[in-house]
């Protein structure tokens, strides 16, 4: 899916927490791809929901993915972000759901 179909009437965050978190991504270069899932990919979130990430990249490795979760964790957003590598996830039931409902959030 394009990045297009991420907005604030799709997903339920603002523009301006989109922007956000796409800067963060954006300003490490091992992420080459950002899949949004759960109930803001589908559309049946509530208030307060979560925001559920999985990261994509070669060269993208866990300790990236800390450091990303601590930056983001910075902005003081009012939303858990779970932050996950797609490499790492050995649950086929999730990767399942992530490839159904995946949405592309950032791409490089």
């Known amino acids: 899916m394009p990045l297009d179909d ?40 509530r208030r307060g929901s ?6 994509e990249g070669e060269q993208l490795d866990d300790i990236q993915v800390l450091t990303l979760e ?14 996950s590598r797609l490499a790492a996830i050995e649950n086929a039931a999730l990767l399942e759901h992530i490839r159904r409902v995946g949405r592309v959030f950032y791409q490089r």
């Open 6 to 45: 991420i907005t604030p009437d799709t997903c339920g965050l603002s523009e301006s927490v989109i922007d956000r978190i796409r800067t963060l991504l954006d300003a490490c270069p091992a992420v080459e791809r950002a899949l949004l899932y759960g109930s803001r990919a589908k559309g049946n979130y």
């Open 70 to 83: 601590t930056q983001l964790d910075d902005l003081l957003l009012p939303y858990q972000i779970d932050l």
């Open 50 to 55: 979560d925001i559920d990430l999985v990261l």
